[in-house]
């Protein structure tokens, strides 16, 4: 054992230090990945692809970019845009028929990117880590199927999938997943979803990651991705902590959807110059959202968002209420420059965090989380 350390030492220094950093916590508290498997790099697309997906526990390491584009051809199928919001203003397109039957979409033709459309399917036992800022994931986004379990995915930028078009691909995509950890990575430049939970529940944290909204091609027309995060698999166990969400003008996050059943606990997390809605919430999901920062954000959460099941934290009294049911106080949420913050304090959120307990998470006085936040969120920060 220890020839065979000091000759990857000797080999590449880089990547024998490019191991899983801290332990998962939250909704991914035990969550192990690859586990002792020893540490190896892809030596190209091909080799990534099958390691992802095989059935072996494994420690990934991404230590170079591995670009998607042009490797599966492109497509140019029937799609449509928004009459208000054109590709010549800074619009997406729409692949395919599913959103082009409003009477303000208007007809065209799209040639797209094939490879985003399929993501690199995941297996079990699998960390995903990438190398210093090297490691980089260009064209295709990742797939957790309903029967990958145990999967860390830290310290990856995963970007540019056919931005301009909506339904070119999607970042994260989580169905059914149970105990997965995304942590310290960066999401930018996709055409849909930089994460979505659907179909069965999954259960996750996400951690420390930057979603980068900042963009030419938008839904809104305003330089703002609108497809943030969505979380509506059937019985969702979310975390969301000190995460970056910048840039951004809608769905970020969305929790829930209606007739299904979601947990959510949302800490610490940083909202700036978004140009839209952060918080969406649907009735079903029990929600709580403390000590998180908004700083030049339009709408923090949606005035829609069901009035039951959601604790939000709005003043030091709602603050102090938790203690009955969690052992401590909350954190009140902080706004500048911001709008409505509306009050929110059903305290079936609390009772359900109680429940789980074992996975709640503590978090820090609202005044360090910008700070802490925009210094240590997103990739090479670990």
Known sequence: MLASSIFLVLLAPGLAVAQVKGSAYGFAKGVSGGGSATAA???????????LADATA??????????FRGTEGTSTDAGCYQSTCTPANGGQTYIGTLSCGGS????????????GATALVVGSNKSIVGVGTKGVIIGKGLRLLATTTNVIIQNIHITNINPKSVWGGDALAFEGSRGVWVDHCKLSLIGRMFIVSHFAGSQLTV??????GATTTSATCNGDHYWGAMFFGTDDFVTLDRNYWHDLSGRSPKLGADGVSTVVQATNNF?????????????????????????????????????????????????TACASYLGRNCVVNAL????EWPSKTDDTALASMKSYINYAVAPIAASGVKSYVTANAGIGRI
């Open 58 to 67: 494994r420690v990934i390491l991404i230590d170079k970019t591995f670009d």
């Open 41 to 51: 790099a892809p030596k190209d697309i091909a080799e990534l692809k099958s390691w």
């Open 104 to 115: 303000n979409m208007v007809a065209t033709t799209i040639t797209w990117d094939k490879a």
């Open 271 to 319: 909202f700036y110059n978004n140009k839209g809605h952060d918080f969406d919430i649907s009735a079903g999901t029990k929600a709580l959202i403390e000590g998180n920062v908004f700083e030049s954000v339009i709408t923090p959460m949606t005035i829609s968002t069901a009035v039951l099941n959601v604790y939000n934290v709005p003043d030091a009294a709602s603050a």
């Open 207 to 212: 951690s420390n990651t930057e979603f980068d």
């Open 336 to 339: 500048s420059g911001s709008g």
